[in-house]
């Protein structure tokens, strides 16, 4: 991994360490800019799950919050240090929607702006690929690939027919050539 890149993840991921820090260690501070979003989601979680989960589901808005601040945390390390990256942006973008949504109810524009900037820089850190293709690519280039080798293979057996073609007729001349000589030699023996 290139300084650079290493660099660029811990910065990004530096604001939503701290930040999962402050809703865990401090929930009552970040309950408001979840509890839209909670109040809202928990109860069509709960009708969508089994009922044996969606009993054990937290109700609580300080709960959740300490439960996004430690995905936050957990999702920060992770995609700074690099390990499963792309997962755990996604798990940066899904914990960042609730305060998102909360700013967007803010008259503070500029928190606006700066949670949608994050959002998207997580939303970006899904597809980075390290540099190296993805599995989209990959796939494309294999049935490329397959396709020239067909190809290939269809001028080849072209080359060949038109080879063997070539061939028959050459026999074919020869064999008339040496049947017409027998006939000739067969009428002189007769005669």
């Known amino acids: 991994m290139s300084l650079l890149r290493f660099s660029g ?10 930040d999962g820090y402050q809703m865990v260690a ?18 069509h979680l709960q009708s969508v799950l ?29 995609y700074a240090t690099g390990i499963a990256r792309r ?5 940066l973008a899904v914990t960042s929607v609730p305060q998102v949504v909360n700013a967007a109810t803010s008259d503070d524009r500029s928190e606006l702006f700066a949670k949608i900037a994050l959002l998207g820089g ?13 599995i989209a690519w990959k796939a494309e280039q294999s049935r490329k690939s397959i ?20 061939k028959v007729k050459q026999a074919e001349a020869q064999a008339k050539r040496v049947g017409n000589q027998v006939q000739a030699q067969v009428k002189d023996a007769v005669r």
């Not at 993840?9 to 701290?18: K, M, T, V």
């Not at 709960?63 to 601040?69: A, S, Y």
């Not at 997962?87 to 798990?91: E, I, K, R, S, V």
């Not at 997580?122 to 993805?134: H, K, N, S, W, Y």
Request: positive net charge; aromatic residues 6%; contains cysteine.
């Open 9 to 18: 993840r811990a910065l990004f991921s530096s604001y939503f360490i701290a």
């Open 122 to 134: 997580a939303l970006v850190a899904v597809q980075d690929t390290a540099g190296r293709p993805g």
């Open 50 to 78: 089994p009922v044996e989960i969606a009993d054990r589901l937290p109700t609580d808005v300080r709960t959740w919050t300490r439960i996004l601040g430690a995905a936050q945390i957990v999702g920060g390390l992770a």
């Open 26 to 43: 401090k929930p009552d501070k970040k309950v408001d800019q979840v509890r839209g979003s909670i109040e809202f989601c928990v109860p």
């Open 147 to 166: 396709e020239q080798r067909v190809d290939a293979a269809e001028k080849d057996a072209d080359r060949l027919k038109k080879k063997a073609q070539a």
């Open 87 to 91: 997962p755990c942006a996604a798990l």
